[in-house]
Each structure stands twice: as C-alpha cells, then as structure tokens.
C-alpha cells in the first residue's frame, strides 16, 4: 500500500533487507494504494472475487471432465471434511487433533475460500492447467503457471509429473508434453526471481522455521477428510485392483507420497487441495449409497431424506464453521469473535509509529496489519529465532524475570511498547508496573505502557 515493490519481514523485531516474495499480496497492497480501498475490504474483495471464480471454473471442469456426478463432486471437492478428530477431543480431552490435522489448510478448498485468497488464485491456476491437459486449450497452462506461481511454485513437482504419466497412459504424451511446456514457461518468471532470494540469510532462516512434519497418515490423508476421505480412498483401492490409473487416482497418489518423502521441508504442502481428487473419486461411491437409500426405503420421501442427512455428514463441518464466522461480526471482545473490538482499534493508533512492541503472540501478529511497528513475537514462521524469543516473551510477561532483568530485556531489544493482554491467562507479572509506571493505556482488554525507546 506504502508503494514497495519488495517485501520486508515486519513480522519479527530486527530490521530486514527487502526481497522479492508475496508478491500477490504485494500487488493486492498496491491496488489499495492506488484505488484508496482499505486494507481490509481489498482483502475481502479478493477473497470474494477469486474465490467465486475459482468455485466457477472447478464446478464447470467437473461438469465437463468429472464422470456422471458432477454437482456432488463439486460438492465434495470444496467442502470435502471431517471435524471427528477435534470434535472427539472436545467430547473426551483425547489429542487426536493436537497437530490440527482437521484444518490442514493446503489440503481443503473450503478453507482456503474461508480465509486467504491467494489459495484462490492458485486454485484458478490449478484449473486452467487442467483444463490445458484435459480439454483442447494448451495455451491456457501459461496463465495457469503464471497464478501458480504467485504463491506455490513447488507444486510443479506434483502436477508436471502427474499430467505426464497420465497422457502417456492416454497415448497423449506429446499434447502432455506441450502443456507441461507452457506451464514451466508461465510459472518460471516469479520462480527464479523467489528462488534467487532464498539465499537471504533472514529468508533462509524463516524457511527453516516453516518446516512442519507431515502428520500421521491414517489422520493426515484418510479420517481428516472424513466420510468423503473413506470413501474416495475406497474408490481408489477399487481403481487399482482394476489397473485403471486415471487421473485422480495419480494425483492423490503422487502427493500422498510426495507429503512423507519429497526431500524439501514442509513437504505436507504438497497434498494441496487433496480433497478435490478424494471428491471426485467419493461422488459416485456417494450417489449410489444414496440410490440404495432410496431403494430400500418403503417411502420414496424417508429414503430421499436418509441421502441429504448422508451428504449433510460428508460436509458437516464445513457449514457448522461458517456458520460460526458468521455469527462473529460483533464480538463482545477479541477473543469472542474473527473481528477485533474497537479498543484494539484504538490501541493500534495509539502506537503507530515504526518502533518495536513486545506483545502476545496472538496481538503481534496483527501489529503489521494495523501499525508501522514491529513486533517482537509475531508469526510463527516470519518472527526470526521463534522459539528462543517465545520463550523469553513468556518469562517477561508470567515474572519469571525480576526488574533489572526486564529492564535489560527492554534495552536490549529496543522495545518502544509494552502492551499486556488481559486474555492471556499465564501472564502475571507484577513488575510491570513498578518498572514502567503508569499505563497510557488500560482498558478491559489491553494496558499499555510506552517503554522509551
């Protein structure tokens, strides 16, 4: 929005050199810039925008290219999931679902739709290639590696040899060959320029601090995904006792392996958007679990029934969140809702100003979206040395530093604000206002303190 054409990490406390990553968000910050939308409602358009047309295009390649159940596959390969893991942690205190392996983001559309556009637009990326491969428009594999390109790059290695293996299957090898062409054509202008800058040491460092492992299997790839993930598993077993390998059936393979062996750090990644080819191999195991609804039902309308609360299972957890978020706009305090209150409106104005602010976590992650500062803990992966600074955060804020050494920490880390965030309930520090007299700021969600630096 400020007018840079190169990102700079406002996520950790230290000062960084600017590189050439995000560029999509770069651009989307540019157009706030130039068409004086806020921050927020360029966002949200984007979201709204791409996320419509990606929905547009998977839907209308279903139709075409899908089998003889489109509108479920559709279904399915947006809102394929499965909520049982946190559910049975929330009913019984158990930990299947302490990696979070219910809101894989890569791997579901609905959740990339519910929050960052830029999956859209790889997803869009992701249907003009397929389109590219499938149908008779080779030259639309370009802009599809271009849109892939802004943000996941690296799934060229799952999609390139996907869409080979499958024409030469097809005896369409050099069509295959002629749309991988075009794709790396489009996707290498961004690439090289991100893969020159991950030799930045602050770059290489956060890369290191992205590596997540790849979850158990049996959660990761099956009961995640729920009903659609047994069933669409169930299907592709039935494809290989039947040496049928289409394309689904390649792709769900080639990035279930590729997420536990590809030599790269947070390879999961690379089961992106599994649910689409487990949607897609589910639907018909689906429809026909609903005709035998229907069949043995003596009332036409109670089998009928018994089909939509069966399709409803596959899908529950989808309307239950967003059902939640919608429910959210007015949150009695930050805490409560996906908006944040008027107070940390406020707060955020009150110390704008390009300093250091040692914070939450939770509160430092937002500090660059609203404020020039920077934080000292902010995102898990963009706060350079996360782990040793959340430790020291948490020994500032709980009083396991005495005065003097708080006050070293503040110099030190030329800290400007000291914000305490009521909602964290393991802060209790007594010191803080001994050392840093009277607040600036206290309201019932945050107390702020000006550190002088």
């Not at 009961?223 to 792709?251: N, P």
Request: glycine fraction near 8%.
């Amino acid at each position: 929005m400020e007018g840079n054409t190169a990102y700079v990490n406002r996520y950790t406390g230290e000062e960084t050199e600017p590189v050439y990553i995000y560029q999509f968000y770069m651009l989307l910050g540019k157009i706030s810039g130039w068409t004086g939308l806020s921050l927020t409602w360029t966002f949200h358009t984007a979201r709204a925008l791409l996320g419509s047309l990606a929905a547009l295009l998977m839907y209308r390649f279903m139709k075409k290219y899908s089998g003889t159940e489109p509108v479920v596959a559709a279904l399915f390969a947006v809102m394929a999931s499965g909520g049982y893991l946190s559910m049975v942690d929330t009913l019984l205190g158990t930990s299947f679902n302490s990696d979070r392996t219910d809101y894989f983001l890569q791997g579901r559309v609905w959740l990339a739709f519910l929050t960052f556009p830029h999956y859209s637009a790889s997803l869009i990326g992701l249907f003009l290639l397929l389109e590219a491969h499938f149908g008779t428009r080779k030259a639309l594999a370009l802009p599809g590696g271009f849109l892939m390109s802004l943000a996941h790059p690296f799934l060229a290695a799952v999609f390139i040899p996907v869409v080979l293996l499958d024409g030469f299957l097809k005896k369409e090898f050099g069509k295959a060959v002629k749309t991988c062409t075009l794709y790396f054509i489009g996707l290498a202008p961004l690439t090289l320029l991100i893969a020159g800058e991950m030799n930045v040491e602050w770059v290489r460092i956060w890369r290191e601090q992205t590596c997540r492992d790849t979850p158990d299997p049996l959660k990761f790839l099956l009961l995640s995904y729920g009903a659609v993930g047994i069933m669409g598993w169930y299907k592709a077993a039935a494809l290989v006792r039947q040496k049928k390998l289409d394309f689904w059936l390649l792709w769900l393979l080639t990035a279930s392996i590729m997420a536990y062996f590809f030599p790269l750090p947070n390879r999961r990644e690379f089961a992106f958007f599994l649910s689409i080819p487990l949607g897609v191999l589910a639907a018909p195991v689906a429809v026909n679990i609903c005709r035998w609804f229907i069949e043995i039902s003596s009332r036409r309308n109670l089998g009928l029934a018994a089909s939509v609360l069966f399709l409803y299972f596959c899908v529950w957890q989808v309307p239950v969140l967003y059902a939640q978020v919608l429910n959210s706009f007015n949150p009695k305090d930050a805490y409560s809702g996906f908006y944040i209150t008027e107070e940390y409106r406020e707060v955020f104005n009150l110390v704008d100003g390009g300093g250091v602010v040692l914070c939450s976590e939770w509160l430092g992650n937002m500090i660059p979206a609203y404020t020039c500062d920077r934080p000292y803990v902010g995102h898990i992966s963009e706060t350079l040395y996360y782990s040793d600074k959340k430790k020291d955060l948490n020994a500032f804020f709980s009083g396991k530093m005495s005065p003097e050494e708080m006050a070293l920490f503040i110099a030190q880390n030329k800290i400007r604000w000291v914000i305490y965030d009521t909602h964290e309930k393991n802060y209790r520090n007594e010191h803080l206002r001994e050392l840093l007299g009277s607040p600036v700021h206290e309201g019932k969600e945050l107390v702020v303190w000006r550190a002088g630096f």
